[in-house]
Nanobody, 124 residues
Framework: QVQLVESGGGLVQAGGSLRLSCAAS????????MGWFRQAPGKEREFVAG????????TYADSVKGRCIISRDNAKNTVYLQLNSLKPEDTAVYYC?????????????????WGQGTQVTVSS
């Protein structure tokens, strides 16, 4: 089992940037494909970005493509999400997730472990 703890959220003005981190403990971090999801009030949880075990492959939701970079450091057991050119519609609780599937799943049921989330609020 792996435990995931997100950090780095906060309040930022539109056009600003944030870097979210997700620290993992427990089983070997490099065994997991990692993803970031977000959930806004009254909306379903949605996929944001995912990264393969080695970090060599990434996938992004269309809504953040070009504004977002996911990366991981397996030596530090950490996955990152760099959010740029933030918009008010990016406001949500952001969750990191770890999974054992092949490839980079884009749906939440395919991930096995979840963090508690970190709030990102973008003001206009």
């Amino acid at each position: 089992q792996v435990q995931l703890v997100e950090s780095g959220g906060g309040l930022v003005q539109a056009g600003g940037s944030l870097r979210l981190s997700c620290a993992a403990s427990g089983r070997t971090f490099s065994s997991y494909v990692m993803g970031w999801f977000r959930q806004a009030p009254g909306k379903e949880r949605e996929f944001v970005a995912g990264i393969t075990r080695s970090g060599g492959g990434t996938t992004y939701a269309d809504s953040v493509k070009g504004r977002c970079i996911i990366s991981r450091d397996n030596a530090k057991n950490t996955v990152y999400l760099q959010l740029n050119s933030l918009k008010p519609e990016d406001t949500a609780v952001y969750y990191c997730a770890g999974g054992l599937r092949i490839g980079v799943p884009t749906t939440s049921p395919l991930y096995n472990y979840w963090g508690q989330g970190t709030q990102v609020t973008v003001s206009s």
